[in-house]
């Protein structure tokens, strides 16, 4: 097993990787996979910004970090919310996307889980 490091660019180890800076109180990075003609992108946490976008560029699958609720937002913490993924996916022209929790215990706590994050564990189309 090789173990590679990452960093802001494009890297080619052994199939091609683009990582990019977000929109984050800390510098966090999200990536980029094309391997056998398919792309995979993962947007971990952020707010919605210009490289999230560029990274999800026609992707086959995006998978991004989902730390608030249906509806919930907060300017002075950026994070992702379902409708703030779904607006990634659209521009970008990803096929399906997957929500990562994190803090599941909010939604679980909600009372309101079922309808909040069922996506859990289901990939969706994007018409």
Not at 57 to 78: P, R, T
Not at 86 to 110: P, W
Request: glycine fraction near 8%; charged fraction near 25%.
């Amino acid at each position: 097993m090789e173990v590679y490091g990452l960093s802001e660019g494009l890297r080619n180890i052994p199939f091609l990787v683009e990582c990019k800076y977000l929109f984050h109180s800390s510098r966090c990075l999200g990536c980029r996979f094309e391997f056998d003609g398919k792309i995979l992108t993962y947007i971990p946490d952020t707010g919605i910004c210009k490289n999230a976008i560029e990274l999800a560029e026609n992707a086959d699958l995006l998978i991004a970090e989902c730390s608030f609720k249906i509806g919930q937002c907060n300017v002075e913490w950026q994070h992702l919310n379902p409708e703030n993924i779904v607006k990634i996916a659209k521009e970008a022209g990803a096929k399906k996307i997957a929500k990562q929790i994190d803090g599941l215990m909010t939604y679980l706590k909600s009372g309101n889980w079922l309808s909040d994050s069922f996506l859990i564990l289901f990939f969706i189309l994007i018409d």
